[in-house]
């Protein structure tokens, strides 16, 4: 029987391994050193801020793996022997493989700053992260404040847990702008505010010199290129995470910044392929960047390499871009392109729309010329992504997108509705005279 | 604030703890004629009860109901046994004893207490009520932005089974046992309530009383904490406004009103089978005795099980009746929220879950056919089983030990839904409906979930919401009671309660929206 073993016990491997599972009677084994069992990464936040235990992030009962005969195996991979098809574990041990699928996610950037590796500096990736958290923040008393590097996700989302225990943050965000690279200015600014309602002492377009220590090599303090100097107990780097490849650095497999795969998530070496966060294309697909650290493209990326793995070669081929996050209270969705003002492109051009009381915006993408819809940003309102995946298919036009905007909203019943809004201020700015059209259901199930 | 919210704990505590003594205060003492009119009333014959009693209660005072009752009970149960051993069957008194003591009770109480009601309530309901809200209100503040609100809900001891929610389990555990079957001990908490009861109905208030009173009080309160903690949520408001609408007119006026126009008690949205003395002859017996009314009222219960629920369930799915108008839904979703957390979601308990909720459905059609049958015949026995002890097994079984000891008892270490889930038989019928002929859902938003586990973490009916979400798959499970919670926790906006064309409605998915087409195609085509 054919033995697949994957490493890394992320959403990327632990799909790949179930769709295995589905369609083959193959042996699989995966090899983690982090957890026992696999949990959902992006929850981490809610164990420390009390919404949940950790045994909560874990998608599938204990019982499940051996259920489905997938073998878990705890431990860390020192090195990849693909001439002899077999894993250098730590402990000593070998295990052989016939097809090796790496999946081993990110590790947090450190830039070499001075103090980056004193007791009280961490970064938040992993298990072993939070239990650390837990240990250097456990309360406002023995944290007397926390000053995050890095205004990205992950940052605000540290920032977030740590006030919900009443530890004053500072938030030195390297942009003039809250993730500007990323989103257009008007959300970006709402985001600032947003922030400081929370009381998060933001520093905009600032970066951090260095982490002072006291008598017993703990940060205590950081020093800014703006020459403050903000005493501290914690310091949180979250500049940004890169693919978790050094074990490999000798393996002989190809090596980028993660690990290059083509379109079928196979690297150099035969009979070993790459997927999630660690992967890393030869090409950007579409316009989407070599490497993509989410969790949809990390399950994506597993769905599709099961199906090669099972005789049904195929390639990696992702469809419209979606993502979502929260900002404290605020959640964002997008679908399609919406680029920043750094990134965008030529032909786009964005409508704004933002409420006058609610913190409640969207920003929607088109072309200049042709009119066709490229992407929305909507902050405050939910949105129905099947909707939006069609219209993009069908490269609807923008105006076709307004008039229908009630179709394609997710909120929950009874809450207030914006589309009127949305439409009378696009009609005003583009010289239009769209009325939005009545939520069908009809439209909303028509397969198309 | 934070001193405000802690006067507001002392306060309400206080209240509390007046409340929780009561049983064991006051002055009782019964005057001749008072036992006089008893015996008529109770058509007492037993010369051995009535001497007992003259000799050791009559013209005594009595210090809080444990006494009292434990020497009427006393003299009730020697004096049964006796007749029982001397076959003098006419003369055995059928009153149980703790009916027995409350009757006495209640005519015989004379201190403070019983003579200063208004004060009496003022310090227990009345206080409690204040400290409650000064709790609660400034929640507004402290708890900050509007958002969700679960921060440290898995660190404090009350939700988190630590020693606070020990002791509310104790708590109302205690208050259950007195209800069901102690309830001489509730007499002064009646006197409380007296002049409430008499202005609505005309008679002094009984135990029920108080406990519908009770549960009015803490439904409204507790109500104020939901708009507080949801009130970026419209829909949880509406929601809650509706079950709070419910059940202070439906469940508590109305049928107290009826009963000053001389027409039966009846409590108009309260569902067979989980209003399942319905059919009891005792009940059919007064229904057909209470003329126009009562017939009404007969044919609206039947109406209301057989067409009306249904039919509701069809459009808009259970979440009408469980969380929007039923009174064990109102409790649980406002006393209860605060434990929504501990529903166990492993398959196990689903397991458990279907086998004692379709059990109990049974259970009730069983003995609602046994009890039509022998209404109808005239027997009171159905092969050989005699009709009267199965009702009263399912009585004392699911309707007191079930629905109420455990089934509210148990909201701090279960979860608020532990009736609802595992033992209401309504709920289980509702539940064939939703599941197979409705046109409600929770409908997921294609590939966004991140399986984080806000959704299943916080599904008070112990629903593995994400375990649907991940896939991509629609969530219609039998027993979701469309409180909404579960979308209003994601992070990522991934769940929304609809009511919908039926077509479509379960969507099985391998592969998520987001990914390949062809591959999706390939994949889903089932
Ligand atoms: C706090 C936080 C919040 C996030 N929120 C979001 C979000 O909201 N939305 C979103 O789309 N994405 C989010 N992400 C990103 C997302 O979690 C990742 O993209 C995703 O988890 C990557 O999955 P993966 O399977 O590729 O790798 P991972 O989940 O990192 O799994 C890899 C596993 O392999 C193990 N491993 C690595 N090397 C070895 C070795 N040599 N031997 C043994 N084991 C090894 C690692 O220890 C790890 O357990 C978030 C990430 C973080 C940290
Ligand atoms: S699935 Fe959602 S709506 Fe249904 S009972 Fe659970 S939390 Fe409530
Ligand atoms: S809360 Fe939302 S994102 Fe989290 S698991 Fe549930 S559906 Fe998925």
Sequence with gaps: MEHIVIIGNGIAGVTAARHIRKKSDKRITIVSAETDYFFSRTALMYVYMGHMKFEHTQPYENWFWKKNRIELVKAYVNAVD?????????????????????????????????????????????????????????????????????????????????????????????ENSFWNGVLPAGESAMINEHILEHHIDLHLGTNLVEILAD?????????????????????????????????????????????????????????????????????????????????????????????????????????????????????????????????????????????????????????????????????????????????????????????????????????????????????????????????????????A | MKTIQNIGIAIFLLGLGIFAALPFLGSFKLDQSTFDEIVTEKRIKSEIFTADMQQNVVGKEFTGMIDLSSKISKALEYANATHVKNKEYKKKIYTKSSEMASLI????????????????????????????????????????????????????????????????????????????????????????VDPISESLSGNPAGHWFVYGFMYCTIMSVMAVRMYIKYRHNMYQIVRTTSVLFFQIIFAFLIPEIMVRLQMPYYDFKNAFPLDYDFFFQWNLKSLLDSGGIGLFILVWGVVLTLVIVPVMVYFFGKRWYCSWVCGCGGLAETLGDPYRQHSSKSLFSWKVERWLIHGVLVFAVVMTGMTLYSFFTETSTVFGIKTSSIQNLYSLAIGSVFAGVIGTGFYPIFGNRVWCRFGCPLAAYLGFVQRFKSRFRITTNGGQCISCGNCSTYCEQGIDVRAYAQKGENIVRSSCVGCGVCSAVCPRGVLKLENGPEEGRINPTEILLGNDVDLMELVNKK
């Design chain 2, 105 to 192: 009770g209640k005519r015989s109480g004379t201190g403070y207490i019983a003579n200063n009601k208004g004060i009496m309530w003022f310090l227990s309901f009345g206080i409690g009520i204040i400290g409650a809200l000064l709790f609660i209100i400034p929640q507004v503040v402290t708890l900050g932005k509007k958002g969700i609100k679960n921060d440290g809900v898995y660190h404090q001891s009350s939700t988190n089974k630590g020693w606070i929610a020990w002791l509310v389990f104790f708590f109302l555990v205690s208050f259950y046992m007195v209800l069901y079957f102690g309830s001489q001990y509730a007499v002064n908490w009646t006197y409380l």
């Design chain 1, 82 to 174: 693909h001439q002899n098809k077999k894993l250098v574990l730590a402990d000593g041990n070998f295990l052989n493989y016939d097809k090796l699928i790496l999946a081993t996610g990110s590790k947090p950037n450190k830039f070499g700053w001075p103090g980056q590796d004193l007791a009280g500096v961490q970064g938040l990736y992993s298990k072993q992260d939070l239990d650390q958290l837990e240990a250097n923040a456990p309360d406002k008393e023995t944290c007397k404040r926390a000053v995050i590097v890095g205004g990205g996700l992950i940052g605000i989302e540290m920032a977030e847990m740590l006030r919900s225990r009443k530890i004053p943050v500072t938030f030195l965000v390297r």
């Design chain 1, 215 to 447: 008598e017993n090599g703990r940060a205590r303090a950081v020093t800014t290129d703006k020459g403050d100097t903000i005493e501290c107990s914690v310091v949180g780097l979250t500049a940004g995470v890169s693919p978790n490849v050094d074990f490999l650095k000798e393996s002989g497999i190809e090596l980028g910044r993660g690990i290059k795969v083509n379109r079928h998530l196979e690297t150099n070496i035969s009979d070993i392929y790459a997927i999630g966060d660690c992967a890393e294309q030869h090409e950007g697909i579409g316009q989407r960047r070599p490497i993509e650290a989410v969790w949809y493209t990390g399950r994506m990326m597993g769905e599709t390499l099961a199906q090669t793995i099972c005789g049904n070669k195929t390639e990696y081929k992702p469809g419209h871009w979606f993502n979502s996050a929260k900002f404290l209270d605020l959640e964002y969705q997008t679908y399609g392109w919406v680029f920043s003002e750094r990134g965008m492109k030529e032909n786009e051009q964005h409508f704004h729309w933002r409420d006058d009381k609610e913190k409640i915006c969207i920003t929607i993408a088109f072309n200049k010329d042709t009119k066709q819809f490229l992407g929305i940003n909507t902050f405050g309102i939910r949105m129905r992504h099947e909707i939006f995946d069609r219209w993009l298919t069908e490269k609807c036009d923008v105006n076709h997108v307004l008039e229908y905007l009630k179709d394609a909203n997710f909120d929950p019943e009874f809450y207030s509705k914006y589309e009127h809004k949305i439409v009378s201020t696009f009609n005003s700015e583009f010289g239009t005279s769209i009325t939005p059209k009545k939520k069908s259901w009809k439209r909303i199930f028509s397969n």
